[in-house]
């Protein structure tokens, strides 16, 4: 076990709704990364928080946002749900964002859309 | 841009030996990170290599060359519990930004 926790383990929205999820990251870690990893693929890069500030962004729109906590703990929030949100949605912690990389994985979050 | 590309399945059987290929085109690059995954898990950490050579950490090797723009993960020994999918993540670092870029995956049948 890496020592990150997320929260919901599943969870089933109506496209349109509005999802948060939760994201503890290792203690003494104060990186948060979030991944969107569909079906069958690799995950894709949301966005990183470093000490509370957003530090980095892939190509997701803004209706993905995020926010960390002075705890480090973290959330991603998905407004306008979409079908093509259905994924597992991955945290990973990390003790910086540079120069050390190893990124610890939480367990996810699997999303469904209907 | 970025780019990386691993088989995407791949069969081997008990006790043998796999080699898992993974090629990148990336700016940036800062390191290569092999991960396993089992169905419906998190990612964990099997290696990391940032210089060129070979890594080799129990059952696990990993291989870097960097001019080539080249990796492979090497597996000994298989066992039916290494039947998950591995993932190839290149470090691109801009700025402050530490962002993995991932393969797909490649899915590995450890086959009795």
């Known amino acids: 076990e890496t020592g990150v926790t997320q929260s919901p383990t599943h969870l089933i929205k109506t496209r349109g709704q509005q999802v948060t999820l939760r994201c503890s990251s290792q203690?003494?870690?104060?990186?948060v990364s979030w991944y969107q990893q569909a079906l069958g693929q690799g995950p894709q890069f949301i966005f990183q928080?470093?000490?509370?500030?957003?530090?980095g962004r892939g190509n997701f729109p803004p209706r993905f946002s995020g926010l960390q906590f002075p705890n480090y703990s973290s959330e991603l929030n998905v407004n306008a749900l979409e079908l093509d949100d259905s994924a597992l949605y991955l945290c990973?912690?990390?003790?910086?964002?540079?120069?050390?990389?190893?990124?610890?994985f939480g367990p996810g979050t699997r999303l469904t859309v209907t | 841009g970025q780019n990386i590309d691993q088989p995407t399945e791949m069969t081997a059987t008990e006790g043998a030996i796999v080699q898992i290929n993974c090629t990148y085109q990336?700016?940036?690059?800062?390191?290569l990170f092999w991960y396993q995954q089992h169905a419906g898990e998190a990612p964990t950490f099997l290696s990391y290599?940032?210089?060129?050579g070979l890594e080799e950490k129990g059952r696990f090797s990993s291989f870097l060359s960097r001019s080539k723009g080249y990796s492979y993960l090497l597996l000994k020994e298989l066992q039916m519990k290494d039947s998950a999918s591995y993932l190839c993540?290149?470090?691109?670092?801009?700025?402050?930004?530490?962002?993995?870029?991932f393969g797909t995956g490649t899915l590995l049948a450890v086959q009795p």
């Open positions: 990336t700016s940036g690059f800062n390191g």
């Open positions: 203690s003494g870690h104060n990186t």
């Open positions: 993540a290149v470090i691109r670092v801009g700025g402050a930004t530490n962002k993995l870029i």
């Open positions: 990973a912690s990390s003790l910086e964002p540079v120069p050390t990389y190893e990124q610890y």
């Open positions: 928080y470093y000490r509370e500030e957003e530090n």
């Open positions: 290599n940032v210089l060129d």
